[in-house]
């Protein structure tokens, strides 16, 4: 079995380069049917769980030296990744800075553990610098194979003396990549406005800035000739905003006059379903390479915004160059032009003869994942050791050490014709065991605040986890004065370390963070985060989590607990968009100038156990007239709102995608494993069991399926469940609460998942969070007939006790026709959490309120 490392640009959201990986992993399946893949990535869960292969995390060079130590192939690849747009600093190799220089410590990696290195459909350039220059030609002279995606890099490269027999020019592998089905579909799940005509847009952020104004006005005069729509599709998700199409998208779409006639995609959809989307398109205008030759591959007519060499390389290949703005150029006018060149035109039989050409050429990549053995130069050796030496001096304060380092890595120079020898023996190779000893000083290095701040981005659980000390210390303090400078202190420095942040937004105390029933108020604060907001979570402050003040808990959240008397310390959140109950709706008077969100989230007579019904009325009487902003959860609620605020919107519970979807290897939990190993179908349920529970309803089922196994996880939330005879039967268990990151692992084994809600008017006006949890989890549901279920077609709906049975029976035909697990799973990724944050981001901008 080989064991095949690959090192991309991977697990930060960028469709163009999840595009790349998919055929990436494609190919070296084909090559190596048993491979063992490990794959560097910023998100390593997802990764693993998206792609089947083993995430090593970006952020941890010690993983990437021990992943490369245990494997039998690196890849370096695809993409741009070889450039130095920042620069090229060799101090930052080897450290959680090596976001720049990563790409060449993959070569050095491969020489020091005498590792094969294969470089697949890579792009070249910019290379200004020489330090740059000087690393490309290395890893190209180190590699055992290589190939480029494109003529101006394979240029480029023996601009810098790289042979030109060294590498084939291939072309890039999302060539090859096959749409999903259904991108008609995916734009009606959105609810995006209709129009009879689409334009499908894909900006990007970029460092010498986006010309909104022009992007703004060349979309309403489209949208008005065309009487179109302009349909902003993000291409890359990031929490700050340079790297954020999502806000690039919004700023474009609220500068146009005619707003109402644009949205943006939100949902969770992998390169596949976004090449679908692009089917449906009639034009687009693409900023981002892959944007673009998605739009080709669709054929449509594609305008494209050149920022880069490659995006005017692209459209050179395809012979439409007249489709092409540069940035620098932009106009409105320029724009409208160009857009009407391209679909006056269409597509023609030259371009798709030239991209057919280049499909068949990307397939070249492949052939250099071949291993193939290399030699190499006693001056290559030199630079790999000198470079190697460079990361020592960076990453420890040791000077005995280092000199010692230092002393071997220039003593290699001298014994290069032996050390070449060694090479051959790994265990015992010079190389080998200079790669342990800078590893024992890597490890003897502090890691800085920073890289612990961001260690976590690959979490799907909030914990409160080591963050910046500065937040997790107890304040030391001698008084009130004291404590509200403190608190004070701590705030001003979280707005300092974060300047990228696209807004602020302020979650007022309702559920505990660390919560066994993991809800709304938690999923919002991640997805604004998520879109780049810098999160303010309040918790109880007599069950304040061990929190004093400020805490970090996930990248962009941090929790936030003191006395009341201090809270007005928050009046120094500039501007929050505040997502507010009706319990807590009055918390607004701490902050300056909040823009106001009420989410109505359930009956009054819910809150009836904490609150007083006259609390209650009051309050809700103030949400809904002092408002900017009033949501309602579910369509009966809705319905209740509007009567009130006919500006109200809907916006559902909704699901994290990725946390939920895929399969988790390794053993099945053990107090499952006994219900897994009778081979029967398991009907599952998992969230509070209350008395909204049909537990008559249940029995029943249980009773008529002795052949099936009925599951029931979380909590005895009221002591409702005691003494129902339902668990007294033999193939009922109730496994107790399990924490939101096991629960995917349980519903993986899940045959049918349920809601077996009541019917009352609270069930009726209830958006359970379980439900698209379910659906990203591929698993059929069934659920009794609430009126905000039966508007979801793909549920089973069951109106009776024996329809019931029947639904639970048709779900597990169901759980195995791969077409219908797909509905399902389209059906969750159009209803992310991160969909729903977009829906009041964009009516508070609506409002010219952010």
């Known amino acids: 079995m080989r064991r095949v490392l690959v090192c991309g640009y991977y697990g930060f959201g960028n469709a163009g380069d999840e595009a790349i990986l998919t055929i990436l992993l494609d190919d070296v399946r084909a090559l190596y049917p048993d491979a063992q893949i490990a794959v560097v990535s910023g998100s390593p869960e997802t990764t693993s769980l998206r792609y089947g292969v083993t995430g090593v995390p970006w952020s941890s060079p010690s993983a990437l030296i021990e992943a490369a130590r245990d494997s039998d192939l690196l890849v370096l690849g695809g993409g741009g990744l070889i450039q130095d747009y920042n620069g090229f600093d060799p101090s930052d190799l080897l450290t959680t800075r090596h976001g720049d220089v990563i790409w060449a410590e993959l070569a050095l990696l491969a020489r020091m553990w005498s590792k094969p290195l294969a470089i697949y459909a890579i792009g070249v350039g910019p290379l200004d610098t020489k330090a740059g220059r000087d690393a490309a030609r290395l890893s190209f002279e180190l590699a055992s194979s290589a190939s480029v995606r494109d003529d101006a890099s394979a240029e480029l490269l023996v601009e810098i003396g790289v042979p030109r027999d060294s590498f084939v020019v291939s072309a890039d592998p999302v060539f090859r990549l096959q749409p999903a089905a259904g991108g008609k579909s995916i734009l009606e799940a959105e609810g995006l406005p209709s129009a009879s005509y689409t334009i499908g847009a894909c900006l990007r952020p970029w460092r010498s800035g986006l010309p909104t104004k022009e992007l703004a006005a060349a979309f309403d005069k489209l949208v008005e000739t065309d009487d179109a729509r302009v349909v902003f599709l993000p291409f890359q998700l990031a929490a700050t905003r340079n790297e954020n199409d999502a806000h690039a998208a919004h700023e474009v779409m609220l500068a146009m006059d005619a707003a109402d006639r644009a949205g943006i995609v939100r949902g969770s959809y992998g390169p596949a379903e976004k090449l679908a989307i692009f089917q449906s398109f009639d034009a687009v205008v693409a900023m981002r390479l892959h944007a673009a030759m998605f739009g080709l591959k669709a054929d449509k007519p594609t305008t494209a915004i050149s920022y880069d060499r490659k995006v005017d390389s692209l459209m050179a290949d395809c012979g439409l160059t007249d489709w092409v703005i540069p940035l620098s150029d932009l106009t409105a006018d320029r724009l409208v032009t160009t857009f009407e060149k391209a679909t006056d035109r269409g597509v023609t039989s030259d371009a798709r003869r030239r991209l057919a050409e280049l499909t068949t050429r990307s397939a070249l990549s492949r052939d250099s994942l071949a291993e193939k053995t290399t030699e190499v130069t006693t001056a290559a050796d030199d630079r790999v050791f000198g470079l190697l030496a460079e990361a020592a001096l960076a990453r420890t304060d040791d000077a005995q050490a280092l000199a010692q380092t230092t002393y071997d890595l220039h003593l290699s120079r001298a014994i290069n014709d032996h050390l070449r020898a060694e090479l051959a023996e790994v265990h015992g190779s010079r190389a080998q065991r200079l790669a342990r000893q800078y590893w024992k000083l890597r490890q003897t290095a502090r890691e800085t605040s920073e890289s612990l701040k961001r260690a976590v981005v690959n979490r799907q659980v909030p914990e409160i986890a080591a963050g910046p000390e500065r ?20 705030l001003a420095q979280i707005l300092e370390d974060n300047p990228q942040a696209i807004g602020c937004a302020v979650l007022p105390h309702s559920i505990g963070w660390r919560s066994s029933l993991f809800q709304r108020p938690q999923q919002m604060a991640l997805a604004l985060a998520r879109q780049g907001y810098l999160v303010f979570y309040g918790l109880d402050h007599f069950t304040r989590e061990e929190t004093d003040g400020f805490r970090w808990a996930a990248p962009n959240v941090y929790l936030f607990s003191m006395d009341p008397q201090y809270l007005d310390v928050l009046k120094g ?17 701490h902050l300056a100038d909040p823009v106001t969100v009420f989410e109505h989230i359930d009956e009054l007579e819910v809150f009836t156990s904490t609150h007083p019904m006259d609390h209650l009325e009051q309050w809700y009487e103030d949400a809904i007239t002092e408002s900017d902003i009033v949501a309602a959860s579910a369509h009966d609620l809705l319905e209740t709102v509007r009567k009130r605020r006919p500006d109200a919107l809907l916006c559902q519970n909704g699901v994290d995608f990725d946390h939920f979807y895929g399969q988790r290897d390794g053993a099945p939990p053990a107090d499952l494993a006994p219900i897994i190993d009778q081979g029967l179908p398991i009907v599952g349920y998992y969230g509070a069991l209350a008395e909204w529970l049909d537990y008559e309803l249940l029995d029943y089922a249980a009773a008529e399926l002795t052949d099936f196994e009925f599951v029931f996880i979380g909590p005895n939330y009221d002591e409702s469940m005691d003494a129902k005879p339902v668990f007294n039967r033999a ?23 349920t809601v077996p809600f009541i019917l009352n008017d609270v069930t009726h006006a209830v958006s359970p969070v379980k439900l698209y949890e379910y659906l990203a989890g591929g698993k059929p549901v069934v659920t009794t007939a609430t009126r905000e279920a039966i508007r979801i077609q793909v549920l089973g709906i069951a109106e009776s006790r024996d329809e019931w049975v029947e639904k639970l029976r048709e779900g597990v035909k169901l759980s195995e026709d791969p077409a219908h ?16 944050v977009g829906v009041l981001i964009d009516a508070a901008a609506r409002l010219h309120k952010l």
């Open 731 to 753: 193939n009922v268990h109730w496994l107790g609460a399990k924490t939101y990151e096991e629960l995917p692992t349980y519903l993986q084994h899940f045959s049918v998942a």
């Open 821 to 836: 697990v797909e509905r399902l799973i389209m059906t969750a990724r159009a209803n992310t959490w991160d969909q729903r």
């Open 471 to 490: 937040f997790n210390d107890p304040p030391d303090y001698g008084g009130a004065f004291e404590l509200r400078t403190h608190y004070t202190r701590q």
């Open 573 to 589: 959140i500039p501007r929050p968009l505040t997502l507010s109950y009706v319990y807590n709706f009055r918390f607004i008077r």
